[in-house]
């Protein structure tokens, strides 16, 4: 992709913080705790189940899932996007409940997700598991303006 494409993109400077647990479990599973992608190319990055034990889901289950990072955006012109990963929902048939869940420039907590089971048989989520996705879209300014009647 020429990077001339890319001038022109208003940049998202985002603060993220990892909770206590997800730095632990960093050291426990050798991994990084970090926004990951599969490759450089794709427009989202993967956010994973912060929890210390497997959690079974029951047919129609929703239970909400820490992921262990606090958000942080440092401009009001762009919103986070956290959706299901098209994969987990295929093959195990979990959700996010309220996809995509939206976070605003005024939300500082950590992100958790609502996580639903859609199969008919018991599911189980284990540590570090990768259950969303996670992007930024820009937002446009918006005019609103008031009438009378809305033309047909």
């Known amino acids: 992709m020429e990077t001339s494409l890319l001038k022109n993109l208003k ?5 993220i913080e990892k909770s206590s647990l ?27 189940a912060c ?22 955006l440092l401009s009001p ?9 098209h994969d987990v929902a295929y093959n195990e048939g979990l959700t996010i409940f309220d996809s995509p869940m939206l976070f605003s420039y005024t ?11 859609n199969f008919d048989k018991v599911q189980t989520i284990q540590p570090t ?13 918006m005019v609103i303006n008031y009438v009378d009647a809305i033309q047909e």
Not at 22 to 48: C, M, N
Not at 129 to 141: D, M
Request: charged share 20%; aromatic share 10%.
């Open 129 to 141: 598991k990768k259950l969303a996705t996670f992007s930024v879209r820009q937002l446009p300014q």
């Open 11 to 15: 940049v998202c400077k985002i603060n």
């Open 51 to 72: 929890i210390i034990k497997d959690i079974t889901l029951n047919p129609g289950d929703i239970l909400p899932i820490p992921t262990g990072m606090y958000l942080q």
């Open 107 to 117: 939300f500082r907590n950590e992100i958790w997700l609502l996580i639903k089971n």
């Open 22 to 48: 997800a730095k632990t479990l960093e050291k426990v599973y050798g991994i990084e705790w970090g926004f990951s992608q599969e490759t450089p190319l794709d427009s989202y990055h993967h956010l994973r």
């Open 77 to 85: 012109n762009f919103i986070v996007e956290v959706g299901t990963d």
